[in-house]
C-alpha cells in the first residue's frame, strides 16, 4: 500500500528587502504527497520582495548559488512580457542585480529568455515594442428597419506590441547593457528547393533548443510548417552556419536536455491513413552524425526526454472508446539505445497523469529523473521503475546545471522554496 504523507515543519524563510536577509519562522507551504526516498530534501525558503509574478526563473550556469528570477511586473504587459530581471544570491537570499530596463520600452517573453553558457549574459530571445498604428473600427446602429441600418468607421491612433520578426538582443549581466539586435534569419542557407513557389521554410526559436540553434520549420504553404531541422549558428557571430535535416518526412521531436543530441521522427500510415509504425533516428550534433535508428509500433504521447543512449517517453495501449471519446491505459517506458532493452512502468494513476511528460524534465542523476505534471512534480527512479517521490502545490520549478539543487516558486506566498538533491539510496 502506498503511503501519503503531508509535511508541515517550520522553516528558515530568508526575506529579501535592501538587500538585507530577516528571518522568520513560516509554515511549509509546498506538499510533499509521497516520499519513498528522499532524493530533494529541503534546505531553506526565500520570500520575495518584489510584487511582481514569476514568469521564469533559471540557474547561472556556473554558479548553483545564483538565480536569475524574472518578474512580470505590469498587468499591460500581458501574461507572457517583461522588462525586469533579478538575480539573487541563494546563499544568503541577498539581491545581487535588479534590473529594470523601462527605458527601452520594448519587453522581451519570459520563456524565450536563455544564460550564456559563462553565466555571464542573458540571450533575450523574442523582442516585443510598442508601435503606433491607425486602428480603425465601424459603428453599427441597427433599427427595425434593415433599410435604415448606418455604418459609421471610427479611426483613431493607438499603441499596439507587436513581435520584432527574427530579432534577439543580448543582456549583459554585469553592466546591466542591451546589445544591438542580433537576427536569427536563416534565409541565406536554405536550399532553393525548400523555399520556392510551393514550399516555405523558415527558422524560429525554440524554448528547448540551445543558444546557438533554432528551429528550422518547412512545409507546404498553404499548410502548417512542421519542424523538419535544426539550423546552427556561429556562437560569436550569430550567423547561421548550416541546417541538419533528414529526409523530408523527419521531423524535430525533441532536443536533449545538453543541445547535444536530436530525435527524430517519421511516421508511417496505411491506405486508409491508419497509423502503422513510427521510425526513429538520433542525431549527434557534436559528431554530425546519426548514432541509432530504430522502429516502433508504439504511439508515443507528451514529449519525449533523450540523453545519449536513453529514450524516456509515454505511450498508450488497450485502446476503448466511449461515445466520442476514445480512452487508453499508459505506461512510461526507458529505451536503452544501445542495449535495446526497454523496462516499462504502468503505475500512471486512474487518469495516466503522473506519467506524462509535458514539460519541465530533468535527469537529477545517472539514477533518478523528475518532470513535472500542472502544479505536481515527480521525481523517478530509473533503475527500480517507480516514482519515490512526489511533491503538490509550486507553480515553477528550475534545476541547477551541477545538478545539485532545485528551486520550486510558489505564488500564492511568492517564495522559493530550495532543495538538495541526494543520492536516495
Request: with cysteine; hydrophobic share 30%; net charge positive.
Amino acid at each position: 500500500m502506498k503511503t501519503y504523507i503531508k509535511v508541515f515543519l517550520p522553516l528558515l524563510i530568508v526575506f529579501i528587502f535592501n538587500g538585507c536577509g530577516a528571518i522568520k519562522l513560516s509554515k511549509y507551504d509546498l506538499k510533499e504527497t509521497y516520499s519513498e526516498k528522499q532524493v530533494l530534501v529541503y534546505d531553506k525558503t526565500i520570500s520575495l520582495s518584489t510584487k511582481g509574478y514569476i514568469g521564469n526563473m533559471q540557474f547561472s550556469p556556473t554558479n548553483k548559488d545564483e538565480l536569475t528570477i524574472i518578474s512580470i511586473d505590469k498587468i499591460e504587459y500581458g501574461s507572457y512580457r517583461t522588462d525586469h530581471f533579478i538575480v539573487i544570491d541563494l546563499k544568503n537570499g541577498k539581491l545581487k542585480k535588479d534590473i529594470k530596463l523601462d527605458k527601452t520600452k520594448d519587453t522581451y517573453d519570459v520563456e524565450f529568455i536563455k544564460y550564456s553558457d559563462d553565466g555571464k549574459k542573458l540571450y533575450l530571445m523574442k523582442i516585443y515594442e510598442k508601435v503606433l498604428k491607425n486602428i480603425c473600427q465601424k459603428n453599427i446602429t441597427v433599427y427595425e428597419i434593415p433599410e435604415k441600418t448606418t455604418f459609421e468607421k471610427k479611426c483613431e491612433d493607438r499603441l499596439v506590441t507587436e513581435l520584432i520578426k527574427d530579432k534577439f538582443t543580448i543582456l549583459d549581466l554585469e553592466t546591466e547593457q542591451l546589445s544591438p539586435y542580433y537576427s536569427y534569419n536563416c534565409d541565406e542557407i536554405i536550399p532553393k528547393e525548400l523555399n520556392n513557389n510551393e514550399i516555405e521554410s523558415y527558422c524560429d526559436v525554440s524554448l528547448n533548443s540551445p543558444i546557438n540553434t533554432t528551429y528550422f520549420y518547412s512545409g507546404n504553404k498553404k499548410k502548417n510548417k512542421s519542424k523538419k531541422g535544426i539550423a546552427i549558428y556561429d556562437k560569436n557571430s550569430f550567423k547561421p552556419k548550416k541546417i541538419i535535416t533528414l529526409d523530408d518526412k523527419f521531423r524535430v521531436e525533441v532536443v536533449s536536455e545538453d543541445g547535444q543530441y536530436i530525435l527524430f521522427k517519421k511516421d508511417f500510415r496505411d491506405s486508409n491513413e491508419k497509423f502503422k509504425n513510427s521510425q526513429y533516428s538520433v542525431y549527434d550534433l557534436k559528431n554530425n552524425r546519426v548514432i541509432h535508428n530504430f522502429d516502433t509500433t508504439l504511439w508515443m504521447i507528451g514529449r519525449a526526454f533523450i540523453d545519449k543512449d536513453n529514450l524516456i517517453f509515454t505511450y498508450s495501449t488497450d485502446f476503448t472508446e466511449i461515445g466520442n471519446t476514445l480512452y487508453s491505459k499508459k505506461h512510461l517506458s526507458i529505451l536503452n539505445l544501445v542495449t535495446n532493452e526497454k523496462k516499462i512502468f504502468s503505475d500512471c494513476g486512474e487518469s495516466g497523469g503522473k506519467c506524462y511528460l509535458t514539460e519541465g524534465i530533468y535527469n537529477l542523476n545517472d539514477r533518478y529523473i523528475m518532470w513535472r505534471d500542472y502544479s505536481k512534480y515527480h521525481i523517478f527512479d530509473k533503475k527500480d521503475m517507480k516514482i519515490v517521490q512526489e511533491f503538490n502545490g509550486a507553480k515553477k520549478f528550475t534545476v541547477s546545471r551541477d545538478f545539485k539543487k532545485v528551486v520550486f516558486y510558489m505564488n500564492n506566498t511568492n517564495e522559493l522554496h530550495l532543495f538538495d538533491i541526494v543520492q536516495g539510496e
